[in-house]
């Protein structure tokens, strides 16, 4: 079973727009959320990660928003870029664990 | 530093073949994770290595499928009897810590 949801699976943004995604998980073990950025024919590369003691994390134009007591998390892309077409992945690991679980993914498509 | 390498990017096997997948983790890293990924499903783990261990299979079919990470050379994800339903993008990817994952570009499998 999935163990982290993401949704939506696509979207489209003009340039200069907000995208955003979300993430649900259960597990309240999970300790490391990061996403994940994937080109076509490329494997998916960090983005920007966060840990449950903070509420927001930016980088750039990249921001993740956690709340821990709805177990949900988000990325939000500003000024959203044509370069930023590509499929985004969450994905949560526990302080016990070893491996990422990941969603399903988001395809995002920024429209010049 | 060159990152994480696989090899071959494409992979063509008849049903019943056996494939052979390659990766080359970056220098100094000794993790070493495979996932699957199948369109709109993500990525799915399947196994993970530290030099010649395998530290958790759990996401990998029990029959047909096998990895191995040797004390030289790359790590090997092999596949005996492929059928169609093999056919998937596999990644390898590669971590100092078990936390931070580098991804290899990815071997494109297709079962005919």
């Known amino acids: 079973q999935q163990q982290v949801k993401q949704s939506p699976q696509s979207l489209i943004v003009q340039k200069g727009g907000i995208s955003i995604i979300n993430c649900a998980y259960e597990?309240?073990?999970?300790?490391?959320f990061p996403w994940y950025q994937q080109f076509p024919g490329k494997g998916p590369a960090l983005l920007i990660a966060?840990?449950?003691?903070?509420s927001e994390k930016k980088e750039g134009r990249f921001t993740i928003s956690f709340n821990k007591s709805a177990k949900q998390f988000s990325l939000h892309i500003m000024d959203s870029q044509p370069g930023d077409s590509a499929t985004y992945f969450c994905?949560?690991?526990?302080?016990?664990?070893?491996?990422?679980?990941f969603g399903a993914g988001t395809t995002v498509t920024v429209r010049a | 530093n060159a990152g994480v390498m696989q090899n071959p990017r494409h992979l063509v096997r008849r049903r019943g073949q056996e494939a052979r997948l390659r990766c080359s983790p970056m220098k100094g890293h000794s993790h070493v994770y495979w996932y699957r990924q199948l369109p709109e499903e993500g990525l799915k783990f399947m196994v993970y290595?530290?030099?010649?261990?395998?530290?958790?299979e759990s996401g990998m079919p029990k029959e047909r499928f096998s990895a191995e990470f040797p004390k030289e050379g790359p790590s090997i994800l092999r596949i005996q009897q492929v059928v169609r339903g093999d056919s998937a993008a596999y990644f390898c990817?590669?971590?100092?810590?078990?936390?931070?994952?580098?991804f290899g570009s990815g071997t494109q499998l297709s079962v005919l």
């Open positions: 597990n309240t073990a999970f300790d490391y």
């Open positions: 994905a949560a690991k526990g302080v016990w664990d070893y491996k990422l679980s």
């Open positions: 990817a590669s971590s100092p810590t078990s936390e931070k994952l580098f």
């Open positions: 966060i840990r449950p003691d903070v």
């Open positions: 290595l530290q030099k010649e261990n395998i530290i958790d």
